[in-house]
Each structure stands twice: as C-alpha cells, then as structure tokens.
C-alpha cells in the first residue's frame, strides 16, 4: 500500500464485481449493524468475523457470548429489551441451579442453554469451533457466514486495581466495576486466524470491509491481534471503514467508554478512530458529535449511528457501503 490509507485508490473495472462484505464485530453493539449488513448484502456475501477471545468454559460448557450475540441477532431471537440472549426466554435451569446453591452469576436461560450443550457437544467430538458455527447457523436459518475469528484458543484477560481477572470474571461477575490498567488477549501471539476469516478478507470481488461498533479494546482488537489479519486488512482491494461504538463521548451499552478513560485515553469516536490508523479507509463519528477535525490517516465522515430499530441498523448499513461505493470510484469522500 502507498501513500495514507485515505489517498489509496481502489481499481474500478478489470477484476470481478465487487459483491463481498466482511464485516468485524464483538457482541451486541456490533452484532446490530451485522444485522444491518444482513439485510440489505445479497444472500451469501456477507462474512462476519466475530471476536472469541471472550469465550470461556463454564459449569463444563463451552460459551462464545459474541458469537451466540450475532446468530441470535441474524436470526431475529435476540431480546431486544435487556440487550443479550434470545427473546422469549425462561429461566427454569438458573432457578434449579440456584436452589442447588451452583455458580449463578452467568445467566444461562433455558433455551440459551440448548445452544451451549450443542457448541460443547460438537467441539468435544472434535469439530472445530469454526465448523460448529457454521451449522449453529444454517441451523438457524442464517445466509451470512458467520465466522470465529480463530479455531485456537485467546482469552483476553485484565490487569484491574484487583489484580489480574479472565474477561467474564470483570465483565459479568464483577459487572465492569475494577479500574482497567492494561489488556492482554492471551495465546493471540500463537493462535491463528482461521482460513476463512484469511479468506475473506482476501477475496478479490471484496466490495467493503466493515468494523462495527463494537467495544475496540476487547472485541476487535482481539482479532487485529492475530497473527496475519493486520496485513490482509493493509493488503485488501476495498475501502474499509468503521463505525463508531461511542456516541457524544458515552457509550451505549458496556464499559468501552469507562475503559478508555481509565487507561488515559479520550473517550470519543476520533480516539476510537485512531486505534483503527493504517487499517481504514474513512470512520463514521455520530452525527450527534461535534465536527471533528480532518486527519490525513483516514476520511471523517457522520451519520446517525444509533441503532434502536431494525430500520436503523439497515439505514445506517445502506449509508457504511454508500461511502465505501463512493469511495471505490473516487465518487467523494465526505458526508454521508
Ligand atoms: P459486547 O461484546 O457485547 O460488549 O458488544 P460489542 O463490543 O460488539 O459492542 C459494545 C459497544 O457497542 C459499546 O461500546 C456500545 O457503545 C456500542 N453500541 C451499542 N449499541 C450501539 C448503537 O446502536 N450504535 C452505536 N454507534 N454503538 C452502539
């Protein structure tokens, strides 16, 4: 690549039609614009790479909360009301859990349960991670490919004002509430990206690469840090941009906004932004932010990013390729 991500060129004409979006996410908040994607990307050209590094082994089950956030999204299950899990949810196997006095501080409801006792069955006949969520989702009626970011092993892990604590252990059991000082996503140096998150960000009728607005500390750097993603996102033949998961400097959901600010980092879109520096082409602040200032590393460019409705998430997936389209053929690059 030459020159700052935001004087590339993208070629127009010569290879194929430029049809296949990657989207990158975490949990909830990405998990809505891949929703988004879902809707208005044809049938079978999306690829959503889902960060891992949060899943962990509890009470014998293996658990991907990330990647259940976005099958459950895709397959319109999740509960819109209380933001993770599926819709229509009961509760009877937290109740008998508890009155047997087990570990109850992750909620498992009971048809949330059948997925975890079926990941953790297939996995333990020796399917890879990245083959079990690929039947989770035909199984659930998904077109997209939804795609663990690694088969291996990464767990992020937190050095907080309490020591050292596993990713669920902060976020879930002690609700965000310990002061972060450092990150680490342990085994990424090791692990490998599978070959169909290397695959997709390869393909040459690659129309966008897309990061949701997922926390960028724990869900999509987790990914960045594998080896050989980096240098497929330099290397891609479309404009990437990302999406901002901080709105008028709050977050909406989660502790991103708590996070950067205790590890002396600002809390905005463009803070956000910088984190992504090399690797994208343009970056959506809120248009509820104030103008921010250009950069010469990628273009700025402002939309309504909050996504309260299933219209929302598809307007605001319309407006992230519009300006990647505009992008390819040197149509513009500002406002959206
Ligand atoms: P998690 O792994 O479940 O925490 O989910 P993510 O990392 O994917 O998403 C968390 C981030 O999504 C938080 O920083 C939220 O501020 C952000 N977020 C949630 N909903 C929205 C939304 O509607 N719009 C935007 N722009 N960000 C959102």
Not at 108 to 116: E, K, N
Request: glycine content about 10%.
């Amino acid at each position: 690549m030459s020159g700052t991500a935001a004087q590339r060129a993208f070629a127009v004409g010569g290879g194929p039609r430029p049809t296949a979006v990657v989207a990158l996410c975490g949990g909830v908040g990405g998990a809505k614009l891949a929703d988004g994607l879902a809707r208005v990307v044809p049938a079978g050209e999306l690829s959503i790479i889902v960060n891992t590094a949060d899943d962990f082994r509890h009470l014998g089950l293996w658990i991907s909360p990330d990647i259940d956030s976005v099958l459950y999204a895709l397959a319109g299950l999740a509960d819109p009301v209380r933001g993770w899990g599926r819709r229509d949810e009961t509760w009877s196997f937290m109740a008998a859990l508890r009155q047997l006095q087990a570990p109850d501080w992750f909620q498992l409801g009971d048809a949330d349960l059948a997925l975890h006792v079926e990941r953790t069955r297939r996995l333990a006949q020796g399917e890879t991670l990245s083959e079990v969520t690929a039947h989770l989702g035909r199984a659930l009626g998904i077109a997209a490919r939804v795609l663990p970011m690694s088969d291996d092993r990464v767990s992020t892990r937190l050095l907080t004002d309490e020591g050292w604590l596993d990713f669920q252990e902060y976020f879930v059991h002690r609700q965000c509430c310990p002061r972060v000082q450092r990150i680490e996503f342990v085994g990424a140096a090791q692990a490998h990206p599978s070959a169909a998150v290397l695959a997709a960000l390869r393909r040459d009728d690659l129309r966008a690469v897309v990061i949701c607005p997922s926390n960028p500390l724990v869900s999509i750097e987790p990914i960045l840090a594998l080896p050989g993603v980096r240098v497929a996102l330099r290397d891609r033949v479309a404009p990437a941009l990302a999406v901002t998961p901080i709105i008028a400097g709050r977050a909406i959901k989660g502790p991103a906004a708590k996070m950067l600010g205790e590890l002396g980092l600002e809390v905005s879109g463009v803070s956000v932004a910088q984190r992504y520096a090399g690797l994208i082409d343009a970056f959506v602040i809120d248009a509820a932010d104030p103008p921010a200032a250009a950069t010469p590393q990628m273009v700025l460019t402002r939309a309504q990013t909050l996504m309260q409705t299933p219209a929302d998430r598809e307007r605001l997936a319309h407006a992230v390729l519009a300006q990647a389209d505009a992008m390819r053929v040197g149509l513009g690059r500002g406002g959206m």
